[in-house]
Each structure stands twice: as C-alpha cells, then as structure tokens.
C-alpha cells in the first residue's frame, strides 16, 4: 500500500513541473510566440530560487519561516524567468526575429550562464546548488504529529508550496483563457492578429503578456523540477523543457488537458526513475542494464503519443509567425 | 445649405515605396446614400478605404466627419467615429464561435468575467431587424462564407457604426448570396446608415448604388450619379478606353475529342460521400466547354481529379488518347494539360517566389533551363521577360518582383502567360475571372477564346451566370456530384440553368 501512495506522491510532485511549464508555453503559444526557451527559462529559475533558498538557509530565515522563505523563492524564480524571457519576446516581437532559432540561442545560453555563476558563488568544481531540507511541508507545519500511515505517506511524503500554487495556478489558467476579456484577447492574437488588430487590439502588448507569463510559469517550473529530483541544482531541467512542450501538444493548447497529460507523463517518469523498488514491474532478468530502458521510457512514451496526437493539433494558427502591421 | 456630407476625403495622397497609390484623391460620402468606389485591380481603391479606416496614414489630405476635420490613427479611432469596415479577406478568428468574433475588442465584463448573455441579445436583434441569420454558436470555420461576411456585417453594427465600407464584398459570394446582401443594403440605406462599396462589378453597381466615384491608377476620375449614366460610361471611365463588354467569337469547329473522361468518381475531403459521381463527358479540339453549378457541387473536386490534385476512386480520364488516370502531375502536364486554378494563391504561384521562377515552374527540368542540375538563370529571364511582354503582365521590378507584391489582376495573367506558352493541348481554366475588373477579364476572356480558335480543347468552371452565357460553346450543369444537364448557351436562358443548378430539374 505504501508503495501506491509514494507513487501517487510522486507523480504529483513530478507533474506540477510539467503542468507549470507547460501552462506557460500555452500563454506564449496562445499569444502566438512559440516559446521554445522553456528549458533555458526553468534553468534561470531554478538557479535564482536555489540560490535565493541558500541564502535564506545561511540567515536563519528560512529555518524560523519556511513555508514564507519558500514563497519567496518561488516568486525570485517567476520573475526570473519572466526577466529572462524578455529576451525571446524582445527578439521574435520587436526584431521579429526567428522564434526557434532564438528559443535555442536561450536555451544553449542559460545552462552555460548558470554553471558560470554556481562556479563563481560557490567555488571550483562545486557543481551542485544544495537545497536545504526544511523547506518540505510536514506534518510538523500544521502541527501534528508524524505518522507512517497510507495517507502520510500520500500527502506528506513529497509534499512542497510548490503544489498547491501550481493547482491554483491550473484554475487561473482556467478561467483566464476561456472566461475573460484578457483570454478571447490573447487567444485572437495566436489565431488571427490582423484580425485582433483590426478590432483595435494592441497585438505586439498582447504578444508580450504571454510570453512574459510563460517565463514567470516556466520559471516556478524550473524550481518545481529541481526540488521533485532532490538531489540539488546542478545547471539542468533534464529536458523538461522539451518534456513540457510535448504536454503542452499532448493536451491540445488547452488548461485541463494539459494537466491530464501532464500527470500522464509524470507517472512514466516515476516508473522510470523507480523501475527498481516498484515490485510489480518486469524485472528483464538478463539484460545488463535494464534500468536505462527504463528510464527512455517518458521520451519514447512522447514521441509515440506525439505522432499519434499531433495529426488532430489545435495548435494556434498564427504562432511562430512575427506580426507586422504592414502585411495584409 | 451646403451638402450634408457625413465623410468628406479631401486631396488625399498616399505613398508606397516606387508608387503613388493614392494621388490627390477626393471623395465626399452623402448621408444615407450608397456611393460605389469603382476602379480596376490596383487603382487604389483598397488603400484609400484602408486610409479612412486607420490601417494606413495619408501622406497629405485631410478626413472630416461631419463637415469637422478629424484625425484617425487607427482602427480604434475609425470605431469612435462610427466607421466600420468589411474586409475583402475577412478579418476573423476561424476557431472561435460566431458571438466571440463579434464581440472581440469591445467586449463586456463584470468582475473582470466575459458577459455574453447581454451581447447575444443585442446580436439576435440586429440579426433579425436586418434579416442577417447566423447562429452566435455556430464555430466561424464550419459556416459558409456567406454567413462569414453576415458575421463581418454584424460586427459593424455591434459597434453602432453609421458609416459601413464594404470592400469587394460580393467576390466571395454566389449569385443567390449577392441578391440578399444587395437586399441588406439598401435596408441600411433606409436606416440612414451611408455606405461606401468598393466593386469592380458594373451590374452591381446599377443595381445598388446611389453615386459612384471612379479611381484609375490612384486618381481620381469623376463622381456620376447612376441614375444619369450607363454600364459602358463607367467602364470607360475605370479603363480609360472603351471595353468590350460582350465576348467576340466566331463560330466553333470542334474536332477530334481531346479530353475524355468516363465514370470519374472522386472522394469528398469534406464528407463521407463522393464528391463526383460516375461523371462522364468529353472535351474536343476547338470548343470551350463549362462546367457550371452552385459553388460546392463537385466543380474543384472534378478538376482536382482531371488534374491529379486529388487521387481519383472510380473512372478514367483519357488525354489525346492516351490514359492519364493514375499519371502525376508532372506526367499530365508533359501530356499538353495546362492548369489555370481555382486558387492562385495555393496553386497557381510560389508566392515568395520571383515572378521569373514562378514562370518556369513547371518546366526549370527542361534542358532549355538547366544544365547538369543547375538553373540557367539567364534564360529563365530571357524566357520570363518574353512572356511578361507577349502577356502584358504589370509588375513593379518586372521578372523580379515578388509575385505576392503583384495585383491579382496580374497574378492571373501571369498563370495565363505560363499556362499558354506551353501550348497545350487541353487547357483547363477554373474560375479564371474570379476577383477580376473588366479590363483583365475582356482580356483573358479572349485569350480563352484564341486558344480555342487555335484548336485547343478549353475547359471551363465558372459560378458566374454572366460568364457561363457568354464564353462556352456548351455547357454542363454539375448539381452533387453529377452532370445534371447539357445545353447550348444559344438555346437557353439564365432561369432555365439556374433551375438545374439548384437540383429542381434534372436531364436524364
């Protein structure tokens, strides 16, 4: 029983990063920026809140307030990534740049960038930003006594401030895209801009808005990723990114389909990083390495559900095309 | 009392970078009248609606509203003063629904949440006091594009403009849809809402228009009120030179059967059923036979499988004897078929492309332009700059301009112009005039009749009754999929074909 909950817990706590980065790329792509930075934008993130974290440790803070040190991180790590991702938005809105080519510039800048900086705060061959421990939420942090029971383990195991904010981000997302003037607005911009223009919207403040949401989600990404590994920051999402990307096709640019995919691909990647305490599992007796099978597992599971699924894509129809007012 | 003018445009003169697309032109716009806008492909016409609509800025001129000057920097300031457009390519968000594109940019909120109920009602009672019929839920790319531009309407009334343009709003639609947006607009007229319609359609323009101004080369020509003047007047105004309005053609002689296609059956990628059903008939050397109908009865998917745009099912066709089936285009195209299609855009041209390689597009394999695999780019321009002349297609660099940056008038005659040169055997032209000034369509119209005369079989569809009447030798009306009836343009009459267009009668 115990097991079913640490996989459940598990699951979850490898979902939020992908269903947080995911998110984001459906703001970006909504507005129609293909926001290929993903992986670079959670990398900025996670380094700016590993650190922000560091800090709190070496204070004091964040041992006497860790749920209030952990908010804070996670706020460093959306505006990280939105700071960050100014970088994309500037490039394919004002210089209408080409959007892939400057989401792989980004995406090849900020691992250097941040093995750089880890070298240079904490020293050579230092690789890994350690996160401190207090900043799970226990049973201690509501005030009742730790068990080893089936909901213990389901709830408390795994259990970060990342979680619930994620969840009420998904209902923002929610009703942002579907029930507000800010969501038919933005949504109008991915599809048909000269449409959007001609009604008198301001397509490239539109663009902007969802690319910088995208780099504030993709950064809290970035942080959610590195604390559901938990072996510390060391300048890599693992390609999460990339991972977030195929969520985000998987569940058709739209909120609760991407949080069905999300949590789809979280559980292959539980099976592959447990493959070997997970009983019910075929053991492949024989082969020599049979956890790395294992672990190719979520990558082929996206490459099979993307050829599948990606006939039938809604994506937004003008994405990756810059805007110019001068075309009709 | 000075004339009650509700939109004034004084001496306005707008730049491109190599032309002057609007060249101190004037237009003044009477309360509650509809003023037609007449000019050819490229006189103007578009940029100066444009202007007054705030996508583009006058270099020189000034706009009054209501006899006071006004300045409008975009659409946002057009929408305050009440003016509302219709644009020739509709301007909506296909996956959105009906209610959403109208809404979209003024939209009501309350606590920051969208409020629908209260828009679908002032939606519903435009709709009906204007007889404009759309379902708000509908999804806009499952409607017809005849309720798309109900929907465009819609939008300008939403947002209670006064002042309606209608930029070439009858290009898109069939017969039957022209008569009832004829039919709104003079229910606006009535409403005292003032109309400015760009067309290049004369019959239009009798039926509907209070005045008319005419534009040639970005000037301006004259304002005529239509009650004092004719259809050959105004065509002379817009082309400076008289047009002939009737096809000249001799007799036909036709000869042996070039095309013959036998039980062609070709699926529907719309629907479940066939698009063509068992469709037999035969095109010969020296006739010019039409293939009428209602837009989407089986006409592009007919053509699709006579030219192998589409994989056929069922049947045979049949080219100079020899059977072209299952041969690719490239094979058909060697066979002596040339293509004129439906969609110019999405067949006819690599739109990025120079003009001079979408010339040679379908023969830059020909030892002629390439050696070893490498283009022979002198003489694709040597070639290209022959045809430009031979056809007389306008363009702003000639060989190298860019084709989108071409008028569509010049566009076609430059698919004319390749199509042609190949000389063919068969030559299938497929809505060969749609979206065409008169200018352009007296002359393709007798291009296609030369070619005829010079023994080549031509292939023709058309959803203009107008042209139906008047260029074929024989006629095929298509009605679902299949060949309902055969006539002689001479031996019948427009209400007679439109009756088996429409299904209610059938030949057997």
Known sequence: ?328 | MAQDYVIEMLHITKEFPGIKANDDITLQLKRGEIHALLGENGAGKSTLMSVLFGLYQAEQGTIKKDGKEVQIKDPNDANRLGIGMVHQHFKLVECFSVLDNIILGVEDTKNGFLQYASARKKVMDLSERYGLKVDPDAIVSDISVGMQQRVEILKMLYRDNEVLIFDEPTAVLTPQEIDELMEIMRGFRKEGKSILFITHKLAEIMAVADRCSVLRKGKYIGTVDIANTTKEELSRMMVGRDVQLEVQKKESKPGETILAVRDLTVPSRTHNNNAVKNVSFDVRAGEIVCIAGIEGNGQTELIYGITGLEKITGGTVTLNGKDITHASIRERSKAGMSHIPEDRHKHGLVLDYPLEANMVLQRYWDPKFQNKGIIKYGEVRKYANRLIEQFDVRSGQGPITIARSMSGGNQQKAIIAREIDKDPQLLVAVQPTRGLDVGAIEYIHSQLVAQRDAGKAVLLVSLELDEVMKLPDRILVMYEGEIVGEFNPKETTVEELGLYMAGAKKQS
């Not at chain 1, 129609?32 to 922000?52: D, K």
């Not at chain 1, 700071?83 to 792989?104: C, E, P, R, W, Y």
């Not at chain 1, 920051?233 to 569940?251: D, K, P, Q, R």
Request: one cysteine or more; charged letters at 10%.
């Open chain 1, 1 to 328: 029983m115990n097991i079913l909950a640490n996989i459940i817990s598990l699951t979850i706590v490898f979902a939020v990063p992908l269903m947080l980065v995911a998110l984001g790329g459906m703001y970006s792509e909504h507005s129609g920026v293909i926001n290929l930075a993903l992986e670079g934008i959670m990398v900025i993130g996670a380094l700016c809140a590993c650190f922000t974290l560091q800090g709190f440790d070496r204070s004091g803070f964040g041992p006497a307030h860790p749920q209030l040190a952990m908010l804070c991180a996670i706020l460093v790590a959306g505006l990280s990534g939105m700071v960050f991702s100014l970088l994309l938005a500037f490039a394919a809105i004002n210089l209408k740049a080409d959007q892939t080519i400057g989401g792989t510039a980004l995406n090849t800048f900020a691992p250097a960038f941040a093995v750089v900086v880890t070298w240079a705060v904490q020293g050579q061959g230092l690789t890994t930003i350690q996160i401190p421990n207090w900043i799970r939420i226990t049973q201690a942090t509501f005030g009742m006594e730790a068990g080893n029971g089936f909901l213990d383990s389901l709830i408390f195991k795994y259990f970060y401030l990342t979680t619930p904010i994620a969840v009420l981000l998904f209902f923002v997302a929610w009703i942002l895209m579907y029930r507000t003037r800010f969501g038919l607005r933005l949504r109008a911009c991915g599809e048909h801009p000269q449409a959007a223009d001609s009604v008198g919207i301001n397509v490239y403040k539109m663009r902007y808005a969802g690319v910088l949401i995208s780099g504030f989600l993709g950064g809290i990404g970035g942080l959610a990723y590195t604390i559901a590994v938990g072996s510390g920051f060391n300048s890599s999402v693992g390609g999460y990114g990339f991972l977030a990307l195929a969520v985000m096709i998987f569940g058709n640019w739209k909120p609760v389909q991407i949080m069905g995919a999300s949590i789809f691909f979280a559980l292959f990647k539980v099976i592959a990083a447990y493959n070997s305490s997970i009983p019910f599992l075929p053991k492949l007796e024989g082969l020599k390495d049979k956890s790395s099978l294992y672990q190719m597992l979520p990558y082929v599971v996206t490459m099979i559900v993307l050829i599948f699924t990606s006939k039938h894509s809604q994506a937004p129809k003008a994405e990756g095309i810059p805007y110019d007012k001068g075309t009709r």
